[in-house]
């Protein structure tokens, strides 16, 4: 059976239990570090937010061939410990999943911002194992039981130990652990360090106030399908994915949405670039004046995202075959003024050449 059709026919074992404020932050920048990880890998995936388990990733919305379920726990303690995690059925949680999938690729990531030690060996544990060489799994990549375990001599042994206490039955292969490499204090800034080391690689021009926007995009797009209520006795496949998922054609649509409406920082190149490439003069008395409008014009863009938008959006769809360079502002303003909502503008009005020129000078 496909993913797509046990999607329809798995129940989520929960519906939005109560977190704390803390945790449902914390899950969300995990579910950033994952899309950015697809992103830099160049890898199609459709993320879901709080379905079937906290952060869910699948190769794609359409087709899919796998899926990865991770259960996301915050600890205030430097440790979690392995009978914590079978004592509070996280693991039960996980196995619920992959039993639900069994004939699918699919694994469960456990993943806490702790470390984890076994205590295996402890013979006050409820998973007491005999002889057993204890460990403490600290990996920031994940990894499952089974390569935990590979090079202890009690590895069998434990791990039906482990299904034993647990009541459940998993292929540990399928199960993994992973810890965070960011804590719970600072997962803000070091996913924000994530993201500035991915547009640095994309040799993305972003500036720093269109860094935090995405990153605040990204965060309450997240955040909106984390919190969607539904009914899940009548979801289909698609109304899941239009009501949970955030796919890698998203991403790009916000990234190149805010790459549009950034201007560019540095009046002096802007100013060079409608004298030398375009031929134009910006109107003012001097080059200060004109200056100083251009810096009005950085913060109204913003304080008029609406209508700067829609501009936008218009000049993306205008054809400039066959102008040459010393009309090609004269004719994009007489395109932009043919439509009532953009010639109406005070905005548009006040700023339509530094407007025109940014877009030319950005594409």
């Known amino acids: 059976m496909a993913i797509k059709e046990i999607f329809e026919k798995t129940q989520p074992r929960e519906n939005n239990g109560q977190k704390t404020f803390r945790l449902y932050e914390f899950q969300i920048y995990f579910g950033i570090s994952i899309l950015l990880e697809k992103q830099k890998n160049k890898e199609d995936y459709c993320l879901l937010m709080d379905y079937l388990d906290d952060v869910v990733i699948m190769d794609n919305k359409d087709n899919p061939s796998y899926i990865t379920f991770y259960q996301v726990k915050t600890n205030e303690k430097e440790e979690i410990s392995l009978s914590t995690i079978i004592n509070k059925e996280y693991l039960s949680k996980m196995c619920y999943n992959l039993n639900s999938f069994v004939e699918e690729n699919s694994k469960a990531i456990f993943v806490t911002n702790s470390a ?27 990894v499952s039981i089974s390569k935990i375990l590979e090079n202890n001599d009690k590895k069998e042994e434990a791990i039906e130990k482990i299904k034993e206490i647990s009541g459940c039955s998993f292929n540990p292969d399928d199960v993994y652990l992973l810890k965070t490499d960011f804590s719970i204090d600072d997962f803000e800034d070091s996913i924000m360090g994530k993201l500035m080391n991915y547009l640095e690689k994309e040799n993305s021009l972003f500036d720093v106030a269109s860094i935090k926007a995405l990153m605040t995009e990204l965060h309450d797009v997240l955040r909106k399908l984390q919190g969607c209520k539904y009914n899940t006795k009548v979801l289909s496949y698609n109304d899941i994915i239009k009501n949970k998922a955030f796919t890698s054609e998203q991403f790009i649509k916000i ?27 910006f109107n003012g008395d001097n080059i ?56 109406n503008s005070e905005f548009y009005k006040n700023y339509y050449e530094y407007i025109i020129v940014v877009f030319i000078y950005k594409i």
């Open 288 to 343: 200060v004046s004109i200056k100083n409008n251009y810096n009005d014009f950085t913060i109204n863009a913003a304080q008029n995202s609406t209508i700067y938008e829609y501009i936008l959006d218009k000049l993306n769809i205008f054809d400039p075959k066959g102008i040459g360079k010393d009309e090609l502002i004269y004719e994009i303003h007489k395109y932009l003024l043919r439509d009532p909502l953009i010639k």
């Open 116 to 142: 984890i030690p076994f205590n295996l060996g402890n013979r006050k544990s409820k998973i007491y194992v005999k002889d057993f060489k204890d460990i403490t799994f600290l990996d920031i990549k994940p």
């Open 255 to 281: 990234e190149q949405d805010l790459k549009n409406k950034q201007i560019p920082l540095d009046f002096n190149k802007v100013f060079d670039f409608a004298k030398n490439n375009l031929s134009y003069i």
